[in-house]
């Protein structure tokens, strides 16, 4: 683990720690040194006032990412780590909320919800390590309040302040997808993602405006236009100025190899996707940003645990509603993660919402129907709603 501060604070030394230290060396010198050099800096950092930057290594196992028990419990001074041996179970706790883990197993508990990991969370090799995948679950789900980024082998921390209740939500944002000479994905009879993400956000636009008569609702494009991937979060963001509090939701189609395929699923931003296929939409939806360095300055930012949460409950409430208001005219598949760049540039809790495959008729065919387009917005409406009372009841 590294600790890095700011340039020019008079003559105090760059300390760095290196707290994965070669296991032979054994745990409990481990330990000892890594809290000793952190206590330090700590000290230290509170004394120049500064936003310390900590950069944990990760651990190589068997071709995955780890970090370990030790550096887990540095991530912040609040943070718990609980473990029974015998049962091999344990708890990380962090104010009211705790997220619960099995050893050897791809799932953890939060919320009093199993949720599903792409592979093993946590394992035993000469001591617990945690997956990255994991690791960004907990961060989130336990709304730390830290800002994240991984970076090869590493992991980068930064402490923010924790968020204030939000109180009310300010407006909406709605990006249709793709647009002008980027038509997006194509389907049977001639079907472009570009208008039917369009004809969808501005039904979506009525819907949330009778809806929330209070709220202002704002379209990244009207009409049939190409908007860079940046332009569109930069939208938004400028409409996201302190106690201004909105939300980012953008629509699309999906596609595939195979017309056998079908169904709707919501994503929320995440560094870790959670399968190949994950991987492979976003890469898709990103294309063109690559060009002008956006993607590359995307991944240098850190993200904020705390608004990622939010995304996820936001992610997880409007799959409820859509599920419920479609009733098995689309068939709902999961709330997955990706790393669009989309929502990488919000400053907002932001989700991605595929509506359908137009490579599979029977989507296609509802995808385009004014009774699908009805219960699409209504679903949308209802799980915002959902959205909202979920984190003022988290406040409470």
Known sequence: MERFFPENRGTFPVITALCDLPRSSGWFSYLKISSLVVAFIVATGQAWGAKEKIRFTLVQIEKRSYLSLANLKLLHSDLTVNYNDGEEQGEIRFGKRIVLFSLGKAEYQSQNEIRELDSEGVIDDDGLFFSREFIEEILTELSLPVSYRFQKNHLIIVRDKEREGLQKLDFIFIDAGHGGRDSGALGYFDAAE????????????????????KLKIYMTRGGDKFIRLEKRS????KKSTPGNFGIFISIHCNSHLSPKVKGFEIYYLAQNPDNKQARELALRENQG?????YIKRLTSRLMNAQIQRE????????????????DGMIKPRKVKKADFAVLRG???????????????????????????????????SRGIGAFLGELSKAEK
């Open 234 to 237: 930069e939208l938004a963001n």
């Open 346 to 380: 919000s400053l907002m809790p932001a989700i991605l919402i595929e509506t359908g495959y137009l490579t599979n008729r029977d989507d296609l065919k509802k995808l385009r129907s004014s009774e699908y387009a009805k219960a699409f917005v209504s679903g949308v």
């Open 311 to 326: 995304s996820k409950t936001l992610a997880r409430q409007v799959f409820k509603g859509l599920s419920n208001r479609l």
């Open 289 to 293: 940003s690559e060009k002008n360095g």
């Open 194 to 213: 570009k208008d039917i993400t369009l004809s969808l956000a501005h039904e979506l636009r009525k819907q949330l405006a009778a809806d929330y008569p």
